[in-house]
C-alpha cells in the first residue's frame, strides 16, 4: 500500500510539473506588434505582475494587451510611454499569475519618421507618368488606325504644327 501511494504521488507530481510547463511555460507562437505604448503598470495584491497596453490604431479591436515576465524590459518599457515601439511576444496557453497569455521577450523603439529615398521616389514617379503619357497617347492613335486617311491627315497635320507631339508616334510602336 506504502509502495502504491509513493508511486501515485510521484505520479502526480510529474502531472503537475507537465501541466504548469504545458499550460504557463510552453510557446506555441511568437510575433510582433507595432503601436503606441499607452500604459504600463507594476499590478497584483500578492504576486506583482507588469502589465501593459499598446495601442495599434484607432478601437478596442485594435489594443493589445500584454505583460512582462522580465523586470528589466518592464522597466525599460516603463520609460517609453506614449512612444511607438516593437514589442516581440511570445503566447503562451495561460497566463496566470499574469493576466494575459501574451509575454513580451524584447522590444525596440519605432523610427518616427520612415527614411525615404526622395531620389528613386523620383524617379519611380516620373516612370510611371511617362508610361502613363504613352499609353494614353497610343490609345488614342490606336482609335484612329482604323480610319486610314484620318490617321494620315492627322499625323501631317501634326508634323505641321507640333514637331513634339509627332515625334512622340514613333514611341508607340516601341517595345517596353
Known amino acids: 500500500m506504502k509502495k502504491f501511494l509513493f508511486i501515485f504521488l510521484i505520479l ?3 502531472a503537475g510539473v507537465a501541466a504548469k510547463f504545458i499550460l504557463f511555460d510552453y510557446v506555441y507562437s511568437k510575433g510582433k506588434r507595432v503601436g503606441n505604448l499607452t500604459k504600463i503598470s507594476q499590478k497584483g495584491k500578492v504576486i506583482k505582475t507588469w502589465e501593459g497596453t499598446l495601442d495599434e490604431g484607432f478601437g478596442e479591436q485594435l489594443t493589445f494587451h500584454f505583460s ?6 518592464a522597466k525599460e518599457l ?3 510611454e506614449n512612444k511607438k515601439v ?7 496557453l495561460m497566463g496566470w499569475p499574469r493576466e494575459t497569455k501574451y509575454d513580451i521577450t524584447e522590444w525596440k523603439q519605432q523610427d ?3 527614411v525615404v529615398d ?13 508610361r502613363a503619357e504613352k ?9 484612329l488606325a482604323s480610319d486610314a486617311d484620318l490617321y494620315k491627315k492627322v499625323k ?4 505641321k504644327s507640333n514637331l513634339f507631339l509627332f515625334n512622340k508616334y514613333d514611341i508607340c510602336n516601341q517595345k517596353d
Open 135 to 143: 499609353t494614353l497617347f497610343c490609345s488614342f492613335l490606336g482609335t
Open 78 to 80: 516603463f520609460s517609453l
Open 112 to 114: 518616427e519618421k520612415p
Open 86 to 92: 516593437v514589442l516581440f511576444y511570445n503566447e503562451h
Open 12 to 14: 502526480l507530481v510529474v
Open 156 to 159: 501631317a497635320h501634326v508634323e
Open 68 to 73: 512582462v515576465k522580465d523586470n528589466k524590459v
Open 118 to 130: 526622395v531620389k528613386a521616389n523620383q524617379e519611380a514617379q516620373q516612370k510611371a507618368l511617362d
